[in-house]
């Protein structure tokens, strides 16, 4: 049977995606800084709590506030859900320490997925971001580190969390891929692409799906607006 379909609420994305992401696997979204990582995955949370699918995420890069207030310009609310209980907004220092006092200078998913497991179940959150997965990464200094860390973050959540999951990451010019490595796109279901692109004196907005599994992708680039209210919107339903 088809995986049921998680709506990103990105118009015109969602149409490409014949309804949305495969409900339960993670999917990366790779751009440069400013490039609409974190407006795609406030996006997908609000879509989640407007389906009554409750969210969990986890801000990486910026402080859970940073994120409330960058919502908040955009016209969305992220306070009421997190008063309400819908959505669980995480700091990430504790995942921190571990990473990097960990007793060994091993793997320590488990920790972070107990932790995060608790805090899924606490509110039956079926929606999951890390904005960004990077960091966690980064202080690993084997390509092989970073794969191992990668494979048992991803398999612990697929299919276990009862979560879709997004992690983002921003990549260095010309390349997708964590610290430059590529290893963690074949651990993923998916990876969309964001850029922008000169054209003149003026950029535009870039969205291209690079992969999806179980889903026909056109691999076409798509011109995007991020909009007040409407967050992103792909041409042509701006
Ligand atoms: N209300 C808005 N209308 C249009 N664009 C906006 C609005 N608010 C933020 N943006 C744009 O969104 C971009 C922010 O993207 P962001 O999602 O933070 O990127 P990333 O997470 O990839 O660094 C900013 O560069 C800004 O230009
Ligand atoms: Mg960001």
Redesign the pocket.
């Known amino acids: 049977m088809a995986r049921e379909r998680v709506a990103t609420g990105i118009e015109g994305l969602d149409e490409m995606l014949k309804g949305g992401l495969p409900q339960g696997k993670s999917y990366l979204?790779s751009?440069?800084?400013?490039?609409?990582?974190?407006?795609?995955?406030?996006q997908y949370i609000l879509q989640g709590i407007r389906n009554g699918e409750n969210g969990v995420f986890i801000s990486i890069?910026e402080k859970p506030t940073h994120v409330v207030e960058?919502a908040e310009?955009?016209?969305w609310d992220l306070r009421t859900p997190v008063e309400e209980g819908k959505l669980t907004l995480l700091d990430v220092s504790p995942y921190f320490n571990w990473v990097r006092y960990g007793k060994t200078n091993t793997i320590d998913t488990n920790e972070v997925i107990q932790d995060l497991s608790k805090q899924i179940r606490r509110i039956n959150a079926k929606r999951l971001v890390f904005?960004?997965v990077v960091p966690l990464v980064l202080h690993r200094e084997r390509v092989h580190d970073v794969q191992e860390f990668i494979r048992n973050l991803v398999f612990s959540i697929d299919d276990n969390l009862g979560c879709t999951t997004l992690m983002?990451s921003?990549v260095w010019p010309g390349q997708l891929g964590l610290a430059g490595v590529g290893i963690e796109e074949y651990l993923v279901s998916g990876i969309i692409g964001?850029r922008l692109e000169k054209t003149g004196n003026k950029f535009e907005r870039k969205i291209f799906v690079r992969k999806m599994r179980g889903t026909p992708i056109d691999l076409s680039e798509h011109t995007f607006?991020?909009?007040?209210d409407r967050g992103i919107v792909i041409r042509p339903y701006v």
Do not use: C, Q, V, Y
């Not at 751009?31 to 406030?42: L, R, V």
């Not at 607006?225 to 007040?228: A, L």
């Open positions: 979204i751009g440069e800084p400013g490039t609409g990582k974190t407006t795609f995955s406030a890069d960058d310009s955009l016209g904005d960004s983002t921003h964001l607006e991020i909009m007040h």
